[in-house]
């Protein structure tokens, strides 16, 4: 059993008035791939941006209860936030790039953290983000063209490259590749796969078929509550619950 | 008379509206069969052809009447014996005539001018009965047809969708034609100026005096005077004090302009937004000759006096006074838009600069700006259009000596306070010092055109981006 990077304890997240997230009790694996699946709607990415306090953005949004990184409260008034999302990374749904060059979208995160001094260690960086994100053999020609010149796949690479820039511990993924087709799905799995031995990665998705494909561990969200955690492989092939039986097979979502 | 007649076509029109409307409807239940387009657009089609002809025919009448009444009578005029030797005579004898029929004109009347006033009255009655019984004669003519299209069930949809497609096509046309027109009459008074001024003269002049030329003709110019007047008309002078104090507001409107704009995109609540957003854009609202006398008034005397106690020499109409007042004018055109467009900047970009641990700020200035930098130039270059372009600020403001300088304390001018001084008062039209009023318009023109063409270039390009 490997060790436990984030704990989550009765979190609640309101919305205004509308309670978004009901006593979630999830705890997530170190260098390990957790899915989230769940309709929409149902509380998987205000989750994972608890993690990462993106919910700070959002002035009417509220978390209340226990999240914990290592044992450090998240959820504390005097947590510095730049620090906490220096180490917990977040590619989103659609491929964001800056419009910036390539060079600069990666270099963008370790100049910010004061991170490569010089230009040779900048390059550095930016050299082993992409090769991280295997898209140093397609892009090394090309660093000083925008980022925004790329295909989507490689948009979405560029910003997988851009969240490890920092070098972070968590690498949150929201919905990465709804916006991809099959092709550029498959090469971001791969690249899944490979970064789980280096970072801890909650994805949520809406692809059961991904879940099992890229994680070792699943939960399943419905109306903001966590319905079932567990073994991905226990969890799609003998599911506790009524509900996530139905949802994994298709009768509801 | 016309009013009546534009009263008793919208009345017919109207009416006819809510008749073809129940018409068609009892047609529709009499006859059982299903109409091609609903009532009310049957309404629509009998007013449209009720109205337009005849107001069609009453415009192009009205347009005509004067033109053929006058040219009768003075024909008549003249066969009585009444002696005129060109056009202008011609007229002041139609105007005595009309003056004689309106019971105003107070001078002798002879007998030649009293046999003209009777035929004009004459003329004048037959044209507005005639009007009146051709503009029944349309009406009736129009509704008739139009009766009896409906009757037969026409497709009523499409014929009001041509017709109204027309209309609007008939009013875009009104606005591009006035707008050529105004282009081309610039363009020909120039060039009749440019006739008389070398466009080398004008453009790299460094010598502005245009009162030398006053009460001059042009057609009848000598070489002496021609020679004398050659440097009186340099453009530089008024394009370096409009560009100076264009300048001058550009540094007060920017910074602070984009900086409002940036608070109101990213910092204000969506309350403090709601309320101050209006408010600054009731500052360019303000009527631009009420923030000429603040500036003429109120700043202006105060930098004066600032500058007495530091010992400095200060025009009391300055270029920094100007510029300063009219930079605030600008304030709300700058933030206004950059506002627009720092807003249309992605949520997106924003979460991915959060989510890597930049700042607020550092996201704003390495993210956002970046990201809205040609709209924020399109607004910029709005902002220097309209600051060229201003007027009243700089007439109260300013000072009218056309000084090549680069002392913002000093009294300068600018291309429209020049042109405002060559047209207000006395003048003479052929006179080379009125027609360079146009050749200034023309060159501010072209001007504002560049700028709002770069402008709009830059935002359209902004847009694509995201789109």
Known sequence: MSNIKIKSKNLDVFYGDKQALFDVNLDLNEKEVTALIGPSGCGKSTFIRCINRMNDVIDICKVTGNIEMDGMDIND???DVVALREKV????????????????NISYGPKIHGKGETKSELDEIVENSLRKSALWEEVKDRLDEPGTSLSGGQQQRLCIARAISVNPEVILMDEPCSALDPIATAKIEELIDELK?????????????????????????????????????????NPDNKMTQDYITGRFG | MNFVLLFLITIFSLSLFFYGRSKTKSISIEKNIRLNA???????????WCSIPALVFLLVWSLFEPVIIKSIIIETAANQGAIFSD????????????????????????????????????????????KVVLIFGIIIA????????????????????VILKGLLFVSSLIAILTTLGIIFSLLFESIKFFSVINVFDYLFGTNWSPQRAFVRDASSITAAEFEELKDAFGFIPLIAGTSFIAFIAMLVAVPIGLFSGIYMAEYASIKVRRISKPIIEIL????????????????????????????????SESALAAGLIMGIMIIPYVSSLSDDVINSVPQSLRDGSYAVGAT??????????????????????????????????????????????INPLESTTTITTQIVMILVGDQEFDSPKTQSAFALGLTLFIATLILNYIAQRAVKKYREKYD
Not at chain 1, 92 to 99: E, G, S, V, Y
Not at chain 1, 213 to 237: C, D, M, P
Not at chain 2, 288 to 308: D, H, I, K, S, W
Request: proline share 4%; hydrophobic share 45%; no cysteine.
């Open chain 2, 360 to 405: 607020k700020s550092e996201t704003i200035k390495q993210v956002v700006i970046p990201a809205a930098l040609p709209g924020i130039i399109g607004s910029v270059l709005l902002a220097v259009s309209r600051a060229i372009g201003e007027t009243m600020i700089v007439v109260m403001a300013a000072g009218l000596a056309a000084n090549l300088t």
């Open chain 2, 284 to 315: 360019a609202g303000i009527p631009t000759v009420v923030y000429g006398f603040f500036a003429a008034l109120t700043v202006g005397p105060f930098f004066r006096q600032v500058g007495e106690n530091l010992g400095l020499t200060v025009s």
């Open chain 1, 89 to 104: 990374g977040m590619v989103f749904q659609k491929p964001n790039p800056f419009p910036k060059s390539i060079y600069d």
């Open chain 2, 87 to 130: 056009k202008n005579e011609a007229n002041l004898i139609y105007e005595k005539i009309k003056a004689i029929h309106l019971g105003t004109y107070f001078g002798d009347i002879d007998s030649i001018l009293k046999e003209s006033a009777l035929a004009y009255a004459k003329f004048i009655n037959l044209f507005t009965n005639s």
């Open chain 1, 77 to 79: 008034k005097n947590l």
């Open chain 2, 142 to 161: 129009s509704v008739i047809y139009s009766l009896k299209k409906i009757k037969n069930n026409n497709k009523a949809r499409d014929d009001v969708e």
């Open chain 2, 38 to 48: 609903l009532p009310k657009f049957y309404g629509y089609y009998l007013v449209l």
């Open chain 1, 197 to 237: 031995k280096t970072y801890t990665i909650v994805i949520v998705t809406h692809s059961m078929a991904q879940a099992v494909r890229v994680s070792q561990k699943t939960g399943f969200f419905h109306l903001g509550k966590l319905i079932e955690v567990g073994k991905t492989e226990k969890v799609f092939k």
